[in-house]
């Protein structure tokens, strides 16, 4: 039997790769309204969320970081708005929001108290 060098790996059993999902990506912020707050009565919770996350990555990220069971997410795409100050036009970015339904006596606490 032949030394293995310490750089080389056992031939036989692979280890399955671990991907490493990134929460921290996804969600960029919690959305913090007046709206939002009566929502948060009802178990929903608002996030500004990536342009380019959908209703799965969404459930996942906020599922990892907060450790609560999510039953459904919606997604709402607020477009850029004109905006004007005397002479000098302009746009207001848009940006993606999702709103995130937790499982009945679970909660989210978005500003520690």
Sequence with gaps: MAKLNIFQKKEGKKEPEKKVFQSFSILKSP?????????????????????????TQIKRAV????????VGVKIINIPAKRRRLREISGW?????????KVKEGQTIEIIPK
């Design 63 to 70: 599922e990892e970081l907060y450790g609560v069971e999510v």
């Design 31 to 55: 959305h913090i309204t007046e709206k939002a707050t009566q929502l948060s009565k009802n178990n929903q919770y608002v996030f500004k969320v990536a342009a380019s996350a959908n209703k």
């Design 92 to 100: 207001r970015k848009g940006y993606k929001k999702a709103i995130v």
